[in-house]
């Protein structure tokens, strides 16, 4: 396991050419950390993880910036996080982080805590000073036959907290049907129903109880 995170950390140009055939090896990892875990009578989980503005720090300061940004990290997190747990850098601004041997969901919490502490002094190259900012995607096992799986689960999470603005969100099982991001085809039909004019706006008026006066209008759009 280690093997693999190495290698993507110290020449991230070469990973990102290898993610696609990276991501076997990352499904194996999260295969390999989740029967651990069950082993041990726990359960595995998962963060992905997102450095924040990374394309705007490598055209401010260049690739090299970027390239040592991504191997502090990576090292950052891999020191300072259990032995039994496994730092992955996939490619761009991405890292999964496997957290074997969570007994309680509250653990999961605890750890995205650590995470952000861990990230959170200041990364020095140079002349440039830059306090990095990341959003988490989290999932615990228990809700997912296979790591393939696994890993959808922490990129939905991943994707949620981007969708709210919010600095991490943790997947809930209860919570995929009612909190469910836009799907794909309710976003087709709905632009097929703007352009197709079956969308209208409708102006409902709002009045002064006391004088019967007509104060303004509320506008709402109807499909």
Request: with cysteine; aromatic share 6%; hydrophobic share 40%.
């Amino acid at each position: 396991m280690t093997s693999i995170s190495n290698a993507t950390a110290s020449d991230p140009s070469k990973s990102r050419a290898l993610v696609a055939a990276l991501r076997g090896d990352v499904l194996s990892a999260v295969e390999e950390k989740r029967k651990l875990s069950n082993s041990l009578g726990a359960r595995l989980g998962i963060v992905s993880l997102e450095l924040q503005q990374f394309r705007r720090l490598s055209t401010s300061y260049g690739y090299e910036f970027s390239e040592k940004l991504i191997r502090e990290v990576f090292t950052r997190l891999e020191s300072e996080l259990p032995k039994k747990d496994a730092v992955l850098y996939t490619g761009k601004d991405e890292f999964l982080i496997l957290l074997a041997g969570l007994r309680v969901p509250e653990q999961l919490k605890l750890a995205l805590g650590k995470i952000n502490r861990i990230l959170e002094p200041v990364f020095t190259f140079g002349p440039v000073h830059h306090h990095l900012t990341v959003r988490l995607g989290a999932t615990i096992d228990g809700h997912a036959d296979t790591a393939v799986e696994l890993v959808r689960q922490a990129d939905e999470a991943l994707l949620r907290a981007g969708e709210r603005c919010e600095d991490q969100y943790i997947f809930e099982p209860c919570k995929a049907e009612s909190d469910q991001i836009p799907s794909l085809e309710l976003q087709r039909e709905l632009k097929n129903a703007i352009s197709g004019s079956e969308v209208r706006a409708v102006f409902q008026p709002k009045t002064n109880l006391r004088t019967g006066e007509i104060v303004g209008v509320e506008s709402l759009i109807r499909w």
